[in-house]
T-cell receptor, first 116, second 112 residues
Framework: SQELEQSPQSLIVQEGKNLTINCTSS?????LYWYKQKYGEGLIFLMM?????EEKSHEKITAKLDEKKQQSSLHITASQPSHAGIYLC????????????????FGKGTLLTVNP | DGGITQSPKYLFRKEGQNVTLSCEQN?????MYWYRQDPGQGLRLIYY???????QKGDIAEGYSVSREKKESFPLTVTSAQKNPTAFYLC???????????FGPGTRLLVL
């Protein structure tokens, strides 16, 4: 079965610092989703990447999918306390015949703490 | 306001009791999903429904049941057969099975 490994598991940064979170798969990623979660709350959709080499940005958050479509990174520039939370990557699972079966597998999350 | 609502926010279950978690969406989405989140384990898919009156088992369906009688609603029942029900339950929906999933605020189930 497809598994997603996120690194680091947790991260503590000083406000204003840049940081990167990684999501790695052993299999081709057909669709890669980034979500943010505050403890005890639902997931907030951030971005979705599909094509190898694709990069998307929203405010100070940039997500990239590598050319081989097996690794994605989430980069936050000039972090703020509002960026604190759990970041999860999710990916469309591959079907037995190739391609996506449209069910998502999730990584275990990266806990981000931003100290003021 | 369009969105996904889950109720209650907290739910307590006694031994041998069935409990039902509510999930409602007014986004006109065809697909709906239930996930369970445990510390250190990420999200695991319990059941999903591509369209009204249809649903499929996910990875951990044992001890759970669902219905999809209305497009807007996808309730999850945690039965007494589920021996370890304590978890955070998340409902999601998407326009169709191929599109981005959007999540509700979650229900935390605790066992007395």
């Amino acid at each position: 079965s497809q598994e997603l490994e996120q690194s680091p598991q947790s991260l503590i940064v000083q406000e204003g610092k840049n940081l990167t979170i990684n999501c790695t798969s052993s299999k081709t990623l057909y669709g890669l989703y980034w979500y943010k979660q505050k403890y005890g709350e639902g997931l907030i959709f951030l971005m979705m990447l599909q094509k190898g080499g694709e990069e998307k940005s929203h405010e100070k958050i940039t997500a990239k999918l590598d050319e081989k479509k097996q690794q994605s990174s989430l980069h936050i520039t000039a972090s703020q306390p509002s960026h604190a939370g759990i970041y999860l990557c999710g990916a469309d699972r591959d079907s037995a015949g190739g391609g996506s079966n449209y069910k998502l597998t999730f990584g275990k999350g990266t806990l981000l703490t931003v100290n003021p | 306001d369009g969105g996904i609502t889950q109720s209650p926010k907290y739910l307590f279950r006694k031994e041998g009791q069935n409990v039902t978690l509510s999930c409602e969406q007014n986004l006109n989405h065809d697909a709906m999903y239930w996930y369970r989140q445990d510390p250190g384990q990420g999200l695991r898919l319990i059941y999903y429904s591509q369209i009204v009156n249809d649903f499929q088992k996910g990875d951990i369906a044992e001890g759970y049941s669902v219905s999809r009688e209305k497009k807007e609603s996808f309730p999850l029942t945690v039965t007494s057969a589920q021996k370890n029900p304590t978890a955070f339950y998340l409902c999601a929906s998407s326009i169709d099975i191929q599109e981005t999933q959007y999540f509700g605020p979650g229900t935390r189930l605790l066992v007395l």
